[in-house]
């Protein structure tokens, strides 16, 4: 299979890609501090690494010009491992008695946590419809994606914190 052609990554881009890795890992680090749940904790390390790998992936196109492919492949298989291993950990809360799943949707709706959540959501929905529509080896579809992720985890950090605090 041949390797992508990407633009010139600048070092910009993948230092700005390092902020959704952030917000997701903190938002992770304030719910696992309530949440001790080990399928969650390991899913949620596992997407942080995932994300983290991406980011070093775009550090090396945009020193070097050389593409590490697995850098990027990855998040293919672990992102979604490691979600299904927090969702795992979800469900075992719910049927262990240690999350209430009313508890826990009635303080998502409060305000304005349900105000950030509901930008995540969305911000999401539109990182799914790029990973189809935009072509990722082009700078232009690549900041399109970074800013609305970066939204999109901000605000999923900020609801935790209002949540948390």
């Not at 550090?59 to 299904?84: E, H, W, Y």
């Not at 209430?100 to 349900?114: D, E, G, K, Q």
Request: include cysteine; aromatic fraction near 12%; charge should be positive.
């Amino acid at each position: 299979m041949q390797k992508k052609n990407y633009e010139d990554f600048p070092l910009s881009l993948a230092l700005f890609d390092a902020l959704p890795v952030i917000f997701f890992s903190v938002a992770m680090v304030l719910i696992a501090m309530s949440f001790r749940n080990v399928f969650f904790i390991k899913g949620a390390i596992l997407c942080a690494v995932s994300g983290l790998s991406k980011v070093i992936w775009k550090i090396i196109i945009a020193g070097t010009q050389k593409d590490i492919s697995v850098l990027n492949k990855q998040m293919r298989i672990l992102m979604p491992i490691g979600f299904l291993l927090m969702l795992v950990g979800i469900i075992m809360g719910i049927s262990l008695g240690t999350l209430s799943i009313n508890a826990l949707w009635h303080s998502i709706c409060t305000f304005p946590s349900v105000l950030f959540f509901a930008i995540t959501v969305l911000g999401m929905v539109g990182m799914s419809v790029f990973a189809f529509k935009l072509d990722g080896t082009r700078l232009c579809s690549n900041w399109i994606e970074q800013i609305t992720n970066a939204i999109a985890q901000g605000c999923f950090l900020l609801g935790v914190l209002f949540l948390v605090f």
